[in-house]
């Protein structure tokens, strides 16, 4: 409830009443616990669709403010993010944006970037936005969306 979500139950941003009060959010932090604090290179959370290869942070310093937080490996996540949005890019031909959450679209806390990447230790956690333009992409679209996100993987592995 710090940034980006609501307290209205029929919100899309609705940030439930209380943190990790969701089942699935108690399930994915587990796992990410269990797979280790710090031993964890790399965290990648798929999402469509936008385009865009995204990182820490997504909250803001003050509850509903507009500076948003910076991570003190913000040099290092980026370079990592600009090598995958670039191999994407590269791959499909269409344009990427890559950056942090806060920043590069909205305030949004409780993310599974923000929470792999202070809560679990790993520095290198990204969510890309898939190509499309609805959060149900066509059939069409399943095939050149995995050759980009494949090319983005490989090149985000090579630059960690």
Not at 151 to 158: E, I, K, N, R, S
Request: charged share 10%; aromatic share 10%; hydrophobic share 30%.
């Amino acid at each position: 409830m710090y940034s980006g979500t609501s307290t209205n139950p029929c919100s899309d941003t609705y940030g439930g009443p209380s943190a990790a009060s969701a089942p699935e959010t108690v399930i994915v932090q587990d796992a990410l616990t269990r797979l280790g604090q710090g031993t964890l290179h790399g965290v990648v959370s798929y999402h469509a669709y936008a385009n865009m290869w995204l990182h820490a942070y997504g909250y803001t310093t003050t509850p509903g403010g507009s500076v948003c937080a910076t991570s003190p490996h913000y040099n290092e996540i980026n370079r990592v993010a600009q090598a995958a949005a670039d191999a994407v890019q590269q791959t499909g031909g269409q344009n990427w944006v890559y950056g942090p959450v806060c920043s590069v679209i909205y305030p949004a806390s409780g993310s599974t970037v923000d929470y792999s990447h202070d809560k679990v230790g790993s520095e290198h956690a990204y969510t890309p936005e898939l190509r499309g333009n609805s959060f149900t992409p066509p059939t069409s679209e399943i095939v050149p969306s995995f050759e980009e996100q494949w090319a983005g993987l490989v090149a985000m592995v090579d630059a960690i």
